[in-house]
């Protein structure tokens, strides 16, 4: 049977078909009175509509879901998923959150020894999740970065500076951990293999998700069913590479920055540094001081006037553009016809959204860094609210918002709140890549929000705050410092007189702690 695109298969046909969840990796489902979808082509907006139409109201979400107290799976135990284990609790949901490392923080918790590691991070599944080098600090400042009713204060003995090191952010989130005891709702080294639908067919209302785990120190499996899932998996970890000639036969070392720790095993060398988002230019700025020669390779040679100052001061930092080709006796071709021969490529090129456990049927998928269909970026229409997302939204204050999308996902759960229709849903999805599309926006950019607007609009569905002011303020002046001094924003800046009005705001005040923010 064919349904615009996909194959409904029998469990029996499908046994030696690949499934298709969103990864390269397969999962199939051995239970019995299954059907799954084998498909090709990645779902279009249309064919979903068409799907929908078909299987009725199986996959329409439902308007009258009562008040009740549900068993929930939260994957991830990084901001995003202790703040939704935080709200599902509230609203007296009973929560297991599922973490493959050995404590809280996800992309926070530092992992130094990243031997083994794939240095492209091409393998769906990572041995290293986070992505933190060792000098890393934060790039905004303490003030804007605390979840509404947590701030995040300076505390007496630890990094007291504004833009602290990622190891005072990872001691923020055990604070929050220890003060709102998530812990004990944590599995630690539990590695989540297989998420996917108990009984694909039935009423959205009656949807229940199975959930295949591994203990990663004695390697039992666990397969449980919960009544809901929400990931919250981080999208910083899935290495996002560039397509260059000659990039798979290159001889030479060459990395993504998602495995850079230190610039130590650079001394002396000529590195290629692809890219320049705020890792790549925090890296070079890094390198250069080891290093032999650094090039960097980039989109478009108009840099900030921070960068700019940073590569006139130093006589072996060099900017190029894109590179052309490589070849395995090490020489780098640049677009400009330059070339140099290089020892090591460093790639910062950024990062792609990767589930390899999640069977969605083709209900949701990754294209191009698009994970969709999502309305408002957290809800597959077809599969909601039993599944959601959180996190998925970058450039954005994002402790606040991850907190309004918990609070929405667990009052949709719970009862409280109730999705429009599918067909609004797709709609509002369908106007909203419209748009992007006609302002000229990449579709791997989708999920970029850089609107405050945007935030305090999604904060309205469940009566969160807006953003206040003096947050918004604060994150731009440190935008435009970095933008002007690249190398010193982090320690000189100009907002005092606005810093102190903030640490005397409501939200500094409205807890009783014993270390002072001031």
Not at 55 to 61: D, F, Y
Not at 68 to 90: H, N, W, Y
Not at 137 to 148: A, D, K, Q, V, Y
Not at 255 to 267: A, G, V
């Amino acid at each position: 049977m064919k349904l615009d695109g996909y194959t409904l298969t029998s469990p029996k046909d499908s046994r030696d078909e690949k499934q298709a969840p969103i990864s390269s990796n397969t999962f199939p489902h051995k239970r019995k009175n299954h059907f799954a979808f084998a498909f090709s082509p990645i779902p279009s907006l249309q064919s979903l509509s068409h799907l929908s139409a078909t299987l009725g109201p199986t996959t329409m979400v439902s308007e009258t879901i009562q008040c009740q107290s549900k068993t929930l799976c939260v994957i991830g135990a990084g901001p995003s998923g202790l703040v939704a284990a935080r709200e599902l609790r509230k609203e007296g949901h009973r929560v297991v959150v599922l973490e493959q490392n050995h404590d809280v923080g996800g992309q926070w918790l530092y992992e130094s020894n990243v031997e083994g590691e794939d240095p492209l991070g091409r393998k769906p599944f990572l041995k290293v999740h986070s992505s933190i080098y060792d000098s890393l600090r934060l790039t905004s400042p303490r003030e804007i970065m605390g979840f509404s009713d947590f701030p995040f204060l300076v505390k007496k003995g630890r990094d007291m500076r504004r833009f602290p090191s990622h190891t005072e952010l990872l001691l923020y989130l055990k604070d929050f951990c220890e003060y709102f005891g998530l812990r004990e709702i944590i599995r630690f080294n539990t590695r989540v293999d297989y998420v996917g639908m108990l009984d694909y067919g039935v009423c959205s209302n009656d949807l229940k998700w199975v959930v295949r785990s591994i203990d990663k120190k004695s390697e039992k499996v666990l397969e449980e069913v919960f009544d809901a899932v929400v990931v919250a998996t981080g999208h910083y970890s899935q290495p996002r590479l560039p397509s260059i000639q000659g990039m798979d036969t290159w001889k030479r070392k060459q990395m993504h920055s998602h495995i850079y720790r230190t610039p130590e095993p650079f001394s002396n060398e000529i590195v290629v540094v692809v890219g320049n988002s705020l890792s790549g230019q925090d890296i070079s700025i890094e390198l250069v001081e080891v290093a032999k020669e650094v090039h960097m390779s980039s989109r478009s040679l108009n840099i900030s006037e921070g960068l700019s100052k940073v590569i006139s001061k130093n006589e072996n930092f060099h900017l190029h553009p894109q590179i052309e080709t490589l070849q395995e006796d090490g020489k780098v071709t640049f677009m400009d016809g330059s070339s140099i021969f290089a020892d090591s490529i460093l790639y910062c090129t950024g990062y792609s959204y990767a589930f390899p456990f999640l069977d969605t049927k083709g209900m949701v998928v990754v294209d191009d860094d698009r994970v969709g269909p999502l309305y408002e970026h957290t809800f597959p229409p077809s599969l909601a609210p039993s599944l959601s997302f959180i996190g998925i939204p970058r450039k954005i204050i994002g402790f606040p918002f991850f907190e309004s999308q918990a609070i929405w996902i667990a009052q949709l759960l719970s009862g409280k709140k109730v999705l429009p229709s599918w067909e609004e849903m797709m709609k509002s999805i369908k106007e909203f890549y419209n748009s992007r599309d006609a302002a000229g926006i990449p579709k791997h950019c989708t999920h970029e929000i850089a609107n405050f607007e945007y935030c305090d609009k999604y904060g309205e569905n469940v009566g969160f705050p807006r953003i206040e002011e003096w947050r918004k303020q604060l994150c731009l002046s440190a935008i435009i410092n970095a933008d002007v001094n690249l190398e010193t924003y982090r320690d000189s800046w100009d907002d005092h007189e606005l810093l102190q009005e903030v640490l005397q705001s409501s939200h500094f005040t409205q807890l009783e702690f014993e270390d002072s923010p001031l």
